[in-house]
Structures are given as C-alpha cells and as structure tokens.
C-alpha cells in the first residue's frame, strides 16, 4: 500500500524527474534541467510516494474546477513495473474526489509507456498533437466506494 506525505526534498524530487524523463527531453529537443523542473514545479501539489516506509516516487498534482490535473507521476527505476503507478493513481483518484474534483487530466508523451499504464486505469485519449496525448478519467464516488471496499477486504 502506498501512502503520500509533501515532498521533503523538492530538488530530489527534480532530479528523478529530469533522470526518468531525459530521454524525452533528448528526443522532442526540450532544453531542461532539473533546477527548472523544480521552479516550474514549486507552486504545484507536490507529493513524495511512500511505499513500505521508503520514498519510490513522486506526485504533483494541481486543482482547477472541478478537475485535478496530474501534472507529473514519476517512480524511481527500481520500483518501475511494481504496480505501484497503479497504486498510485488509485490513490491519486481518491485525493481528487475527496477535494470534489469529477475528472483527473493529464499529458504524456505518445512514445511513453506509461500511456499504456493510464488506459489499463480508465483515461481516455481526449486529443493528441505530434508530442502529447492528453488524457481523462471520469471520476465517480461509486468508484471510490469500490477501492475502499476493496481495501478493507484485504
């Protein structure tokens, strides 16, 4: 089970962004370093992933509306293809309606196989460029209702 608490390092927390997503940045020719993705990231939700006691990723999320927007899930190498980026939107999903958001929003880049990870999750392609698609998830209570249920069966 995973569990957020406010990034405690938000250089840490740039530097595992700026490590996961370098190739892109090579890629699509976007000039970032990790002090950049710190500043554009300051004013944003920023949450470390804890699993097990240990920080295995980090979360930033922003609320607009009625919507939460996810604008960066990154899980440290070692942790990838764990089931914690499932854990996690699960989580994120009920943070969203617990601050009375109906959909959760995000980008990610068309080459990245975290796309396949948020279809498996229910987000739907609203619209894609030569980089991006730009995903939604419908949020419900009933869905909500399900994951606790599901957890305190466990």
Same mark, same amino acid.
């Given at each position: 089970?995973?569990?957020?608490?406010?990034?405690?390092?938000?250089?840490?927390?740039?530097?595992?962004?700026?490590?996961?997503?370098?190739?892109?940045? +090579?890629?699509?020719?976007?000039?970032?370093?990790? *002090?950049?993705? /710190?500043?554009?990231?300051?004013?944003?939700?920023?949450?470390?992933?804890? !699993?097990? *006691?240990?920080?295995?990723?980090?979360?930033?999320?922003?609320?607009?509306? !009625?919507?939460?927007?996810?604008?960066?899930?990154?899980?440290?190498?070692?942790? +990838?293809?764990?089931?914690? *980026?499932? +854990?996690?939107?699960?989580?994120?999903? +009920?943070?969203?309606?617990?601050?009375?958001?109906?959909?959760?929003?995000?980008?990610?880049?068309?080459?990245?196989?975290?796309?396949?990870?948020?279809?498996?999750?229910?987000?739907?392609?609203?619209?894609?460029?030569?980089?991006?698609?730009?995903?939604?998830?419908?949020?419900?209570? /009933?869905?909500?209702?399900?994951?606790?249920?599901?957890?305190?069966?466990?």
């Amino acid at each position: 089970m995973i569990t957020f608490q406010p990034t405690a390092d938000e250089i840490a927390a740039a530097e595992l962004t700026f490590a996961n997503m370098q190739s892109y940045y +090579q890629r699509y020719s976007v000039s970032w370093d990790a *002090g950049q993705i /710190a500043a554009m990231t300051a004013g944003l939700n920023n949450l470390d992933i804890i !699993s097990d *006691g240990q920080r295995v990723g980090v979360v930033r999320l922003s609320f607009e509306d !009625s919507v939460c927007h996810l604008r960066d899930l990154q899980i440290k190498p070692a942790f +990838q293809n764990t089931g914690l *980026g499932t +854990q996690t939107l699960h989580a994120i999903s +009920q943070l969203a309606l617990t601050a009375n958001s109906s959909e959760l929003k995000l980008k990610v880049f068309q080459s990245s196989p975290a796309a396949a990870l948020y279809l498996r999750n229910g987000f739907v392609t609203e619209r894609q460029d030569d980089r991006f698609f730009y995903m939604v998830k419908e949020l419900s209570l /009933a869905e909500h209702m399900d994951d606790a249920e599901s957890a305190s069966a466990r």
